[in-house]
């Protein structure tokens, strides 16, 4: 099995266009999660980490040339533009070669151009643009890649499930490189369906909190390079060593109140691993602020064992950023076994009603080797991952 | 090495299962009525399928054609067990419901119902829930049919030892169009019990091109 390093990355939040900007932000207690009184996202203002239009259309128009001279901003959708610049501005980075046979694109989204749907004239113009295959293919070819790019959508574990499969091929000597892009936007078909289940928060979200009451949107799109060539790694070198995932065979939009399926596929990364829960020392939860999904994060926890491992959640700086979420919380959980910087759970106040969990109120300091990375979300389904230090 | 023991095709208001006619119905019955039908046909009983969208209904059929009058799940533990989905239009079909509750302002009224589908993996979470299945799950979108990335991705979980059978395949509903392909993959080295169901029939595929020819035979 060849080993798994991590290479360049990208987030792009409400918080930044780069991994660095967002991480300024996050240590400045900064969030992007705000009103929003749009009538074309929401009949009734609601709380969303959105990018600005004008910052994008500015970052947008500054690569537009490099890859589609002639071409203007408006023939791209939004989530194209985002990909694009998110997926530029990791491979300007790296020595990784985007247009390489031994490289691939895999793309996580939950809903991709699905504010197509609210536009029949832009629908009609390119009708492919509708299918996450077409998004995928869009963004393969812009860097003149040869392969055929895959496609996960599973929900809120999309992103993770991408990174876990990046991370197989390269195990398995399928590939030596895979760019793992993973994006969501903001719409009115989102915004209104989380609406309907009455589980977005009214202000920022709360993760872990005992007043915590919903989760906030987010838009984002993250870009991680995984690679088997050691030069190709970021320094200080990371390794993904494991992953897994697991379904609670419970409920199609709840989680299980015996975490089962996040147990599971903890179990399953562990093992896989050959660490004991003990070894690890960072673990990056969901932590969607939503009062089920967190009681159940905890519930996995202790069942594991690893009620008094530092835990955090970045919803509270740029929302819930669905099928972008676990791209870009992995890149911030590889920055923290980096840099031994652990970042507080913003909007995280006061622990109560679930079990104990050791959840990092404070921005601290801590030298670790071995860092979780958890998802769940609709379906039942749950992965986990797990990143070392080398 | 990997064997498919069990395929299903459902299409054309017919079913197939290894090959053979089990149900069909009149060619100009919408999808809806066919598959309503078939579930009467075959005596089920599982209310949560009236809820369901037309992509998770496609998916239970499937899997419980498949399942039904076989000891596969008793073979295997639950968390042993894997669910590999792929389709073209992931939740488009639902999607434009979901769009229409919330287009006219004056009309305006999004369903947690409806909303709860519009993510293609549902079908995956009814499959498990229906059979109690705890494995490793992935929900892969593709414009057509992709033997070998299914193949691949079932190989590279049976040899992590993740798990040691899946139901995998293609469901994909659209526009009235709609096509499931589902089988069962297992790991050659079959547990006894399932041993004995199996030999007869011996098994039916045994590499990604011979699924690729399996699929190409029927679509």
Redesign the interface.
């Known amino acids: 099995m060849n080993k798994v390093f991590i290479g360049t990355d990208n987030i792009i939040t409400s918080l930044g266009f780069s991994t660095q900007e967002n991480i300024g932000n996050i240590l400045d207690n900064v969030t992007g999660i705000r009103l929003h009184s749009d009538p074309n996202l929401s009949?009734n203002p609601f709380f969303a980490s959105i990018v600005d239009d004008m910052l994008l259309a500015v970052h947008f128009d500054g690569i537009l040339n490099h890859f589609y001279p002639g071409k203007k901003p408006d023939d791209f959708t939004r989530l194209e533009q985002l990909l694009l610049l998110s997926a530029y501005d990791a491979l300007s980075k790296s020595p990784v070669p985007a247009d390489n046979k031994a490289t691939l694109f895999i793309l996580s989204s939950?809903?991709?151009n699905?504010d197509l749907?609210?536009d029949t004239k832009k629908q009609l113009k390119n009708p492919n643009k509708?299918?996450?295959?077409?998004t995928a293919r869009f963004l393969s070819r812009s860097f003149n890649n040869p392969n055929?790019p895959?496609?996960?959508?599973?929900?809120c574990?999309s992103g993770l499930?991408a990174i876990i499969?990046a991370a197989?091929?390269i195990?398995?000597g399928?590939y030596e490189n895979v760019i793992v892009c993973g994006g969501d936007i903001i719409t009115?078909?989102v915004a209104?369906?989380?609406?309907?289940?009455q589980s977005l928060e009214n202000g920022a979200c709360k993760p872990f909190d005992a007043a915590r009451n919903g989760l906030s949107l987010g838009e984002g799109c993250g870009t991680i390079i995984l690679t088997s060539k050691e030069e190709y790694a970021s320094t200080p070198k990371i390794e993904f060593i494991a992953g897994?995932?697991?379904?609670?065979?419970?409920?199609?939009?709840g989680p299980s109140r015996t975490a089962?399926?996040l147990f599971?596929a903890i179990q399953?990364a562990l093992t896989?691993s050959g660490l004991t829960t003990g070894q690890i020392g960072y673990i990056s939860a969901h932590g969607t602020a939503t009062p089920f999904n967190d009681e159940m994060e905890a519930r996995a926890l202790n069942r594991t064992n690893m009620q008094d491992v530092p835990v955090n959640s970045f919803k509270g700086y740029f929302g819930h950023t669905l099928g972008a979420a676990g791209v870009i919380e992995s890149i911030l959980t590889i920055h923290s076994l980096q840099s031994g910087k652990l970042f507080k759970t913003y909007g995280f106040e006061t622990p109560g009603d679930i079990e104990k969990i050791n959840v990092i109120d404070e921005h601290t300091s801590s030298n670790i080797n071995f860092g979780m990375k958890l998802a769940s979300?609709?379906?039942?389904?749950n992965a986990a991952a797990i990143f070392a230090k080398k | 090495m990997s064997i498919i023991t069990k395929y299903c095709i459902i299409r054309d208001n017919r079913i197939v299962i290894n090959g053979e006619l089990d149900y069909q119905a009149d060619l100009t019955l919408p999808f809806i009525e066919f598959i309503k039908g078939a579930y009467r046909h075959y005596k089920f009983n599982y209310l949560k399928f009236f809820k369901m969208d037309e992509l998770c209904k496609l998916a239970y059929l499937g899997s419980e054609m498949l399942l039904k009058n076989d000891n596969f799940l008793d073979c295997y533990p639950?968390?042993e067990i894997g669910?590999i989905l792929s389709n073209?239009?992931?939740s488009?079909d639902i999607?434009?419901k979901?769009?229409k509750?919330?287009?006219d302002?004056d009309n305006?009224f999004?369903?947690?119902a409806v909303?709860?589908y519009?993510?293609?993996?549902?079908m995956?979470?009814?499959i498990?829930?229906r059979?109690?299945?705890?494995?490793?799950?992935?929900?892969?979108?593709?414009?057509r049919f992709?033997p070998d990335?299914l193949w691949?991705?079932a190989e590279?979980l049976f040899?992590?030892?993740?798990v040691s059978a899946v139901i995998s395949g293609w469901v994909d509903v659209m526009y009235d169009s709609y096509a499931a392909f589902l089988y069962i993959m297992e790991k050659d080295n079959l547990p006894e019990q399932r041993q004995s169901q199996i030999i007869n029939k011996s098994y039916i595929c045994n590499s990604s091109q011979h699924l690729s020819e399996l699929y190409n035979r029927h679509f």
């Not at chain 1, 979300?377 to 389904?381: K, L, P, V």
């Not at chain 2, 059979?131 to 414009?143: C, L, Q």
């Not at chain 2, 040899?159 to 993740?162: G, R, T």
């Open positions: 009949r939950t809903k991709g699905v749907l609210a509708l299918f996450l295959w077409d055929k895959l496609v996960v959508s599973n929900a574990i499930l499969y197989r091929l195990q398995h399928k009115e078909f209104s369906g989380f609406q309907s289940f897994a995932s697991a379904n609670d065979a419970n409920h199609i939009s089962e399926g599971l399953s896989e979300g609709f379906g039942g389904c | 639950s968390n669910v073209c239009a992931s488009l999607d434009i979901h769009q509750t919330i287009s302002k305006y999004p369903s947690p909303f709860v519009t993510l293609p993996n549902i995956i979470g009814e498990c829930i059979h109690k299945i705890n494995g490793e799950n992935a929900m892969f979108v593709s414009e992709d990335q691949q991705y590279m040899s992590s030892a993740k």
